[in-house]
């Protein structure tokens, strides 16, 4: 079974920084792209950021400049790295994956909560 796990999240007050990280296990052939969803109480998951196997990145327009993702496939590992957070970062991150055939594996997520 392929299996996603996140970590990195906890609390932090506005202005501070975070790194999350999501190993991939399991039987992976080949990743396509990894990134990283958020989910805020009462809103929907937006993507936030992702990478290709070959290092191209995008951001949502909210995040550029504040966060960086990276990857190390070779780990079949993804980080984001989060600078200058403000309360309207608070969410439960999701790490996602996806690999040939278009298929889809997501983490179970990892709450970032930024106080003020």
């Known amino acids: 079974q392929v299996r996603l796990v996140e970590s990195g999240g906890g609390l932090v007050q506005a202005g501070g920084s975070r790194r999350l990280s999501c190993a991939a296990s399991?039987?992976?052939?080949?990743?396509?792209?990894m990134g990283w969803y958020r989910q805020a109480p009462g809103e929907e998951s937006e993507l936030v950021a992702d990478?290709?196997?070959?290092?191209?990145?995008n951001y949502a327009d909210s995040v550029k400049g504040q966060f960086t993702i990276s990857r190390d496939y070779a780990k079949n590992t993804v980080y984001m790295q989060m600078n200058s957070l403000k309360p309207e970062d608070t969410a439960v991150y999701y790490c996602?994956?996806?690999?040939?055939?278009?298929?889809?594996?997501w983490g179970q997520g990892t709450q970032v909560t930024v106080s003020s």
């Open positions: 990478i290709t196997s070959g290092g191209l990145t």
């Open positions: 996602r994956m996806i690999v040939t055939g278009r298929r889809y594996y």
């Open positions: 399991g039987s992976i052939c080949s990743i396509i792209v």
